[in-house]
């Protein structure tokens, strides 16, 4: 029994991470539909698109998603008041300090996880009372802590830090990363790249064939102030769109229409990203590799 599932009320530990622009409705839904948990990136939306996103994602699915907040926006007192005014259950904060928010929304019987990509980070969002901290290494995509701390490194340590249940982002693709992360002592996994790829996605086809054609080293990071953000490299995306262009023109057109175009955003794991598919389908192969691994690390475990 997954504990941390059953309390959010999803079937499987699989969850669509916040994306800003890239995590709309349709594929929040979807991933809520398939048994996982959606969040709506609300990042770029004021609290009146966000609103609307929310009565959107409830036309398409019954079951529970959440919403992803970035504390330090300037925008995020709008955006709590608008979860709050709409019941959502479940809010993953990231990007600022854990207490600003964190009390209020519990108080309002909200499900609360924070983004935390160093030991300390998550320990700090556990004192703010956070009920799980979602633990994501520096190769995820979009923001990532300047502290450069990978998936491997850093879930088991803060799963020994920290007493709420973990859930593992940063370069999580299939259910070998799903198994992995269970074996480092997350109780879930949080992805958003694998996801870019899915058909219920609304960025165009066009960057999901891009994602498709990228390899692990496509995925760069780039350093700012206080974050770094994961891209496609830019070199690497003009030179796909002209392969896209000689032999899907249409196609390649579609790059700057659709939510979140000129994003750019994708983490390392686009790698292994082999082709675009239903959001059921990412998630059901998902679960079944898990389960098939299961029994071969056992027999690649030699006995005591
Ligand atoms: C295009 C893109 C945009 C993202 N935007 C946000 C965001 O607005 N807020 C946030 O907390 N995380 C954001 N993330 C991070 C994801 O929620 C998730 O934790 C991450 O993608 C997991 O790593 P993966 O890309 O290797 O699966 C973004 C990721 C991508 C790829």
Same mark, same amino acid.
């Given at each position: 029994?997954?504990?941390?599932?059953?309390?959010?009320?999803?079937?499987?530990?699989?969850?669509?991470?916040?994306?800003?622009?890239?995590?709309?409705?349709?594929?929040?839904?979807?991933?809520?539909?398939?048994?996982?948990?959606?969040?709506?990136?609300?990042?770029?939306?004021?609290?009146?698109?966000?609103?609307?996103?929310?009565?959107?994602?409830?036309?398409?699915?019954?079951?529970?998603?959440?919403?992803?907040?970035?504390?330090?926006?300037?925008?995020?007192?709008?955006?709590?008041?608008?979860?709050?005014?709409?019941?959502?259950?479940?809010?993953?904060?990231?990007?600022?300090?854990?207490?600003?928010?964190?009390?209020?929304?519990?108080?309002?019987?909200?499900?609360?996880?924070?983004?935390?990509?160093?030991?300390?980070?998550?320990?700090?969002?556990?004192?703010?009372?956070?009920?799980?901290?979602?633990?994501?290494?520096?190769?995820?995509?979009?923001?990532?802590?300047?502290?450069?701390?990978?998936?491997?490194?850093?879930?088991?340590?803060?799963? /020994?830090?920290? $007493?709420?249940?973990?859930? &593992?982002? @940063?370069?999580?693709?299939? !259910?070998? =990363?799903?198994? +992995?992360? #269970?074996?480092?002592?997350?109780?879930?996994?949080?992805?958003?790249?694998?996801?870019?790829?899915?058909?219920?996605?609304?960025?165009?086809?066009?960057?999901?064939?891009?994602?498709?054609?990228?390899?692990?080293?496509?995925?760069?990071?780039?350093?700012?102030?206080?974050?770094?953000?994961?891209?496609?490299?830019?070199?690497?995306?003009?030179?796909?769109?002209?392969?896209?262009?000689?032999?899907?023109? /249409?196609?390649? $057109?579609?790059?700057?229409? &659709?939510? @979140?175009?000129?994003?750019? !955003?994708? =983490?390392?794991? +686009?790698? #292994?990203?082999?082709?675009?598919?239903?959001?059921?389908?990412?998630?059901?192969?998902?679960?079944?590799?898990?389960?098939?691994?299961?029994?071969?690390?056992?027999?690649?475990?030699?006995?005591?």
């Amino acid at each position: 029994m997954n504990e941390f599932c059953e309390t959010i009320g999803i079937r499987y530990p699989i969850i669509l991470g916040g994306m800003a622009r890239v995590g709309t409705a349709p594929l929040a839904a979807a991933v809520s539909n398939a048994g996982g948990l959606g969040l709506l990136g609300s990042s770029a939306w004021g609290p009146e698109e966000l609103a609307r996103q929310i009565r959107q994602a409830r036309q398409l699915t019954d079951k529970v998603f959440g919403v992803n907040i970035p504390v330090r926006a300037q925008h995020a007192p709008g955006l709590i008041a608008v979860v709050m005014e709409q019941k959502i259950s479940v809010v993953a904060t990231s990007a600022g300090d854990p207490g600003i928010w964190t009390r209020q929304l519990k108080n309002d019987g909200i499900f609360v996880m924070h983004v935390a990509s160093t030991v300390e980070r998550a320990v700090k969002a556990e004192q703010a009372g956070v009920d799980a901290v979602i633990a994501e290494g520096s190769e995820s995509g979009g923001m990532t802590g300047p502290e450069e701390i990978s998936t491997l490194v850093l879930v088991p340590q803060v799963t /020994d830090a920290v $007493k709420v249940p973990v859930v &593992a982002a @940063g370069g999580i693709g299939d !259910g070998r =990363g799903l198994a +992995a992360a #269970l074996a480092l002592g997350a109780c879930a996994v949080q992805m958003g790249t694998a996801f870019i790829a899915a058909e219920e996605c609304e960025i165009s086809r066009a960057f999901k064939e891009i994602l498709v054609m990228a390899k692990e080293t496509d995925a760069v990071l780039i350093r700012e102030d206080k974050m770094s953000r994961r891209v496609l490299n830019e070199a690497f995306v003009e030179e796909a769109v002209k392969m896209l262009a000689k032999h899907h023109p /249409d196609i390649a $057109k579609t790059l700057e229409a &659709a939510p @979140g175009s000129g994003t750019r !955003g994708a =983490g390392q794991i +686009a790698g #292994l990203v082999r082709k675009v598919r239903p959001t059921a389908a990412i998630i059901d192969d998902m679960m079944r590799e898990a389960h098939a691994i299961l029994p071969k690390i056992k027999s690649n475990l030699p006995e005591l």
